[in-house]
């Protein structure tokens, strides 16, 4: 089984930009379509943006289009999430996995967005 480790949050004020990255370690990461996930409290986990396994295909949530970039890079094992013109409505615990969400969950990473 794949074991993830997200990491790149932090603390950032309206408009600022990060830059997550996701490590995978194991077998068959470069045949799974791949997803982050955010979780902000009181609010069920959500998909916001997806990558098929070759890097194609690529889906966005509605509220982080134009704002989000996903990407894969399949010779390391690590699929990014870049952040740009951060709301406070993105306040979360991010979070990475297949799609559907069947490897065990890492940590995640705490993204904050506040003046």
């Known amino acids: 089984q794949v074991q993830l480790v997200e990491s790149g949050g932090g603390l950032v004020q309206p408009g600022g930009s990060l830059r997550l990255s996701c490590a995978a370690s194991g077998s068959l990461f470069n045949f799974r379509t791949m997803a982050w996930y955010r979780q902000a409290p009181g609010k069920q986990r959500e998909l916001v943006a997806r990558i098929s396994s070759g890097g194609v295909s690529i889906n966005y949530e509605d509220s982080v289009k134009g704002r989000f970039t996903i990407s894969r890079d399949n010779a390391k094992n690590t699929v990014y999430l870049q952040m740009n013109s951060l709301k406070p409505e993105d306040t979360a615990v991010y979070y990475c996995?297949?799609?559907?969400?069947?490897?065990?969950w890492g940590q995640g990473t705490q993204v904050t967005v506040s003046s």
């Open positions: 996995n297949a799609v559907p969400a069947l490897i065990t």
